[in-house]
């Protein structure tokens, strides 16, 4: 996989594919974009697994199976979104439904996903 540096035109790329991802619920698609060490936390994670750290692209790709892998479509709708070049931080604050949230995804130099965190509300 050939580097891609992430700036604000690749983050912007990024949420428009990550959206189109989830609204399929293409979790393989989802998870292709984070390294294989990468960390997620999430109030949900807490729920379903114990824990609000979900370690390894690997757990994380069975941790959205187990969450939402029984969901065939979601009407995932992108709110807005900033990057901050400095720290390679792209947030995103999105609705599905009534629920609303907010969460930030830090990229590495392949512009791979290495840790991201949920934030959710109504």
Not at 44 to 68: D, F, M
Not at 79 to 103: F, H, K, M, P
Not at 105 to 111: H, I, K, L, S, W
């Amino acid at each position: 996989m050939s580097e891609q540096i992430m700036d604000r035109a690749a983050a912007g790329r990024f949420v428009e594919a990550w959206c189109v991802n989830w609204c399929k619920v293409d979790i393989d698609a989802v998870v292709s974009h984070f390294a294989e060490n990468a960390e997620m936390r999430s109030p949900l994670a807490l729920k379903l697994t114990e824990s609000p750290v979900v370690a390894g692209a690997e757990n994380i790709r069975a941790y959205w199976q187990k969450a939402y892998g029984h969901i065939e479509s979601a009407d995932l709708k992108i709110l807005n979104w900033s990057w901050d070049d400095t720290i390679a931080r792209l947030t995103v604050w999105w609705q599905l439904g009534d629920a609303r949230a907010s969460e930030f995804m830090d990229f590495d130099g392949a512009g791979r996903v290495v840790r991201s965190e949920a934030f959710y509300g109504k």
